[in-house]
């Protein structure tokens, strides 16, 4: 299962704080969490859901990596998650988007 958290003022703090504690009563393991920075409480992030979500920091891959999670048959992004982009990708070695 994977899951993408938007970021900054965005960040939809009850279906965050929903989905970490169906998490705990489920026992869910090894949601991936996409998110940049999020604002607020990260309890998924907290030592007592490790093994439960599995969280990568966008901003700590390389620019052009980030448009290739997110095309189709990548396995490491489920199907269903989209993203949006306010300028398209620029043609370059590193596909450098707004």
């Known amino acids: 299962m994977c899951v ?3 970021a900054c003022a965005a960040t939809p703090l009850a279906l965050v704080q929903a989905m970490t504690q169906h998490g705990i009563t489920a026992k869910l393991e090894n ?5 940049m920075h999020t604002q607020g409480d990260a309890e998924y992030a907290q030592p007592h859901c490790k093994g439960r979500y599995l969280l990568m920091l966008l901003l700590e ?10 095309r189709p048959g990548t396995t ?17 070695k590193h596909s450098l988007c707004s």
Request: a negative charge; zero cysteines.
């Open 4 to 6: 993408y958290v938007h």
């Open 31 to 35: 949601v991936e969490v996409i998110h």
């Open 61 to 70: 891959i390389e620019p052009g990596q980030f448009l290739v999670l997110f």
């Open 76 to 92: 490491s992004v489920r199907s269903g998650l989209g993203t949006f982009f306010v300028s398209e990708p620029e043609h370059t």
